[in-house]
């Protein structure tokens, strides 16, 4: 199953774009991943396999989360998180 392209949160709408050119990051490293708030897009790198493209995604879902709750989790806790949060969504989509 792919990874959802719409995403409800809070009742706003947020679009995920699967995408192989993705801006680089503040060490010039290619993203994985990105939450925009201001256009309420969260984009995927698709240079990653499957599973991190899974992974990535609910890093991402986080950020928007974070976003719509107005609360601060942080890369801390969002990177202890992230790979349990796919298991179980892919659990779930997956059996
Ligand atoms: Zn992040």
Redesign the pocket.
């Known amino acids: 199953m792919k990874i959802p392209r719409l995403l409800t949160i809070k009742g706003a709408h947020w679009q995920v774009i699967i995408t192989r050119t993705l801006k680089y990051g503040e060490n010039g490293e290619e993203l994985l991943g990105l ?1 925009d708030p201001s256009t309420r897009c969260l984009y995927i790198n698709k240079k990653q396999s499957e599973r991190q493209q899974w992974i990535t995604f609910c ?2 879902y986080c ?1 928007a989360w974070e976003h719509e709750y107005e609360i601060k989790l942080g ?1 801390r806790i ?1 990177e202890k998180v992230e790979s349990t949060m796919a298991d179980f969504v892919q659990s779930i989509l997956f059996g």
């Open positions: 939450c890093h991402e950020h890369h969002i």
